[in-house]
């Protein structure tokens, strides 16, 4: 079984979180550039993954490599702060009731 492709964000070319045929069309869209042309591009420029100067098969071979990874979403951890005060509100309620019941 083959593994999955491992997501790196440089050949995410349009960013949208997985590397897919949107980015190959970009890359094919400036396959062979170089010199100026690829410095006056930064679309361009982002597809030359290996910084030779030239958007070339080695460029490719390192997109399709990727081809079909997706990024993973980061859970965000829920602050800290959340969950202290309802956990005192909580509390507060609780020695209410306890002083009223006495």
Do not use: Q
Request: with cysteine; charged share 25%; glycine share 6%.
């Amino acid at each position: 079984m083959a593994e999955a492709p491992i997501y790196d964000a440089r050949f995410d070319l349009d960013n949208n979180g997985v590397i897919d045929d949107a980015d190959v069309e970009i890359f094919k869209s400036h396959y062979g550039k170089h010199g100026a042309e690829l410095e006056a591009d930064p679309e361009a420029k982002a597809c030359d993954f290996n910084g030779s100067g030239t958007v070339d098969i080695t460029d490719w071979t390192s997109l399709a490599l990727h081809y079909g990874a997706v990024r993973e979403e980061i859970e965000e951890p829920i602050p800290t702060g959340l969950l202290i005060v309802p956990a005192l509100a909580v509390a507060f309620l609780f020695m209410i009731v306890i002083l009223k019941s006495d």
